[in-house]
């Protein structure tokens, strides 16, 4: 596996490579576990040439102490990555992507006010900027990003439409623990005791995954089934859960039977809704999400 430091010597083996074969990225901030594997293993499918970056960027941070225990190996990572079958791994410095005086930032609007967006000011903004640098220094045909961080997923998209990027970009599933914790470079900061209590993420989203199924179709009512379940864990102190339409994250009223009307539904009523979380545990901020679909059998049953 190959490594590259610099943004020109980036776009110079981009720019002999790309016209001869299919090239992929995978985007991270290092720290890699399986889920960032994961992500490799899918862009493989989709390419001939896989490249990752390993950039902790500093403008997507809104607190400096976050950004200086960010966990950073590049070594160790490098590792993993040549395993995993990288062809390049692409590990340029803050001053190479910032250079002095930067000034252009990328900003996508309505989808990075909700959820994250609303607690951690300017961090979209500093996702959608590196994200788009990245995308020019290595040029990929494919892009691939986990579904964990289903909001930036979600503006990356927007942003490739709406910048007319030429990238297809590819959601991965979540990677679980067996316990259901979903992997995070940020885990390796729990302790042992807030390792077990981070698993109550995974049982409120299954909770109300559950209701759904059993018939429940108000998003307060599933709203309310995870908040308690996240509620008996005295570790657990709840940032947001929200219940949000998958595709505008803007907030849902209720679940529909998508057959269950022949009109389109309200703005706020979907068959389809993602339920997030980010919770604190301890001093560490996790997130989760699902989505929580009306079951087939009860959209049959309607429309019968
Ligand atoms: O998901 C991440 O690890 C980061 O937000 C990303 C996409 C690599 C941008 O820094």
Same mark, same amino acid.
């Not at 996508?108 to 903004?125: D, K, N």
């Not at 914790?181 to 409120?204: F, I, K, P, Q």
């Not at 995870?226 to 859960?241: K, V």
């Given at each position: ?25 995978? !985007? ?111 040029? !990929? ?34 990677? /679980? ?25 995974? /049982? ?46 803007? !907030? ?32 560490? /901020? ?12 009860? /959209? ?5």
């Amino acid at each position: 596996m190959r490594t590259i430091e610099q943004v020109s010597a980036m776009q110079a083996w981009s720019h002999e490579v790309r016209g001869r074969a299919r090239v992929a990225l995978v !985007p991270t901030m290092g720290a890699l576990h399986a889920g960032h594997l994961s992500l490799v293993e899918i862009a493989r499918r989709h390419a001939d040439k896989v490249v990752a970056s390993v950039f902790v960027n500093p403008t997507q941070f809104d607190r400096a102490d976050d950004f200086a225990r960010y966990p950073c190996d590049l070594e160790r990572d490098g590792g993993l990555l040549a395993t995993a079958g990288v062809d390049l791994l692409f590990a340029p410095q803050a001053s190479d992507m910032y250079p002095v005086g930067a000034q252009t930032t990328v900003t996508v609007e309505q989808l990075a006010e909700p959820l994250c967006g609303a607690h951690r000011p300017g961090y979209f903004r500093g996702v959608a900027t590196v994200v788009l640098k990245l995308f020019l220094a290595v040029r !990929p045909h494919v892009a691939v990003f986990g579904e964990k961080d289903y909001q930036q997923l979600a503006l990356i998209r927007r942003m490739v439409r709406d910048l007319h990027l030429e990238i297809d970009v590819v959601g991965a599933p979540i990677v /679980r623990e067996e316990d259901g914790l979903a992997m995070s470079s940020r885990n390796r900061h729990l302790d042992a005791a807030e390792r077990a209590a981070a698993t109550c993420l995974a /049982r409120a989203l299954a909770v109300a995954e559950e209701r759904v199924a059993a018939g429940e179709r108000d998003a307060a009512a599933l709203v309310a089934a995870a908040t308690a379940e996240l509620g008996r864990e005295p570790r657990a102190r709840i940032e947001y859960a929200a219940v949000v339409h998958p595709e505008t994250l803007s !907030p849902l009223a209720r679940l529909c039977d998508r057959d269950s009307s022949a009109a389109a539904p309200a703005s706020d009523v979907a068959d389809r809704a993602l339920l997030a979380l980010a919770v604190w545990i301890g001093g560490t /901020r996790l997130i989760d999400n699902r989505l929580l679909t009306v079951p087939a059998a009860s /959209r049959e049953r309607r429309s019968a």
